[in-house]
């Protein structure tokens, strides 16, 4: 049984950083491309970043420049350092499998920005 368990956020000013991180267990991890995704609210949840097994890094156009995405496969963890954040990238935020596994949604990890 796959299990995605994220953590790390938290409420920020806006400017401000936060580091997401997910643990996953139950898969092959080194195998999958990785994925955050984010559901702000009234929204649909969408994707911002993959990592590729190989470690390419693709980044939607809202994050570019100002997430990075990254791996630990020893760890079976994928990390997403956040910077320069805006009111607009408040939201849940969810790990998973790229494209997702649809029954291995974690409780994701919520994400405020606040001044």
């Known amino acids: 049984q796959v299990q995605l368990v994220e953590s790390g956020g938290g409420l920020v000013q806006p400017g401000g950083s936060l580091r997401l991180s997910c643990a996953a267990s139950g898969i092959k991890f080194s195998i999958y491309t990785m994925g955050w995704f984010r559901q702000a609210p009234g929204k649909q949840r969408e994707w911002v970043a993959r990592?590729?097994?190989?470690?390419?890094?693709v980044y939607a156009d809202s994050v570019k420049g100002r997430f990075t995405v990254s791996r630990d496969n020893a760890k079976n963890t994928v990390n997403l350092q956040m910077n320069s954040l805006s009111l607009e990238d408040t939201a849940l935020y969810y790990c998973n499998t790229y494209p997702p596994i649809t029954t291995a949604w974690g409780q994701g990890t919520q994400v405020t920005v606040s001044s």
């Open positions: 990592i590729t097994r190989a470690g390419f890094l």
